[in-house]
Structure formats: C-alpha cells, structure tokens
C-alpha cells in the first residue's frame, strides 16, 4: 500500500510538471503576443501621430501662405499710395527748385 501510494504520489508530481511546464509554455507565448501587440500598437499610433502632425503642419503653412500673400497685398498697396504721394510733391519739388533759380 505505501508503495502504490508513493508511485501515486510520484504520478502526481509528473503530471504537476507537465502541467506547469505546458503553463509556461503557453504564459511565454501569451507574453510574446502581447509584446506584438503592444509594438504593432505603438507603430499604429506613431503612425496616426505623424499623419496628424502632417496634416497640421499643411494646414498652418496654407495659413501662412495666406497671411503673406494679404500682407504683400497691402504692401504693394502702400507703395502704390507713396509713388502717387511723391510723384504729386516731385512737380512741387520741381517748380520750387525752378523758381528759386529764377
């Protein structure tokens, strides 16, 4: 009896051994799959990051050009108003330097 018990007992411990060895088997390939997941979640991620970024850094530089192009508007506005402004005071310029000469 104590032998069928000590072989019962031995039986047990192996089947245990299996078991535990199966479990880290099957935890080792849960835990690579996870690590997949997590880097394929990281690389999607990045990857929604850059194309907002993209998307961003597209729309600001389209502000950009219309901000410019309105200001270079205004300047050329503004030069135009200063030639009038100095072609009309040139004829003034002119007839005063003609009349102090005379």
Same mark, same amino acid.
């Not at 004829?91 to 330097?97: H, L, P, Q, R």
């Given at each position: *009896? #104590?032998? +069928?018990? $000590?072989d019962a007992v031995r039986l047990a411990e192996m089947e245990a051994g299996r078991v535990i060895s199966t479990a880290e088997g099957d935890a080792e390939i ?8 997590? @880097? /394929? %979640?990281? +690389?999607?991620?990045?990857? @929604? ?7 961003? *850094?597209?729309? #600001?530089? =389209?502000?950009? !050009?219309? %901000?410019? @192009? /309105? &200001? ?5 506005? *503004?030069?135009?108003?200063? =030639?009038? &402004?100095?072609?009309? =005071?040139? @004829?003034?310029? &002119?007839?005063? $330097?003609? !009349?102090?000469? &005379?």
């Open positions: *009896m #104590i032998k +069928e018990t $000590v849960k835990k690579n799959q996870i690590k997949l997941q997590a @880097e /394929q %979640y990281r +690389e999607s991620a990045l990857q @929604e990051a850059k194309e907002k970024a993209d998307s961003d *850094m597209s729309d #600001i530089i =389209k502000k950009c !050009d219309t %901000y410019s @192009e /309105q &200001v270079g508007k205004r300047i050329e506005t *503004m030069i135009s108003d200063l =030639k009038t &402004v100095a072609s009309g =005071k040139m @004829e003034e310029a &002119v007839d005063a $330097v003609i !009349d102090a000469l &005379v």
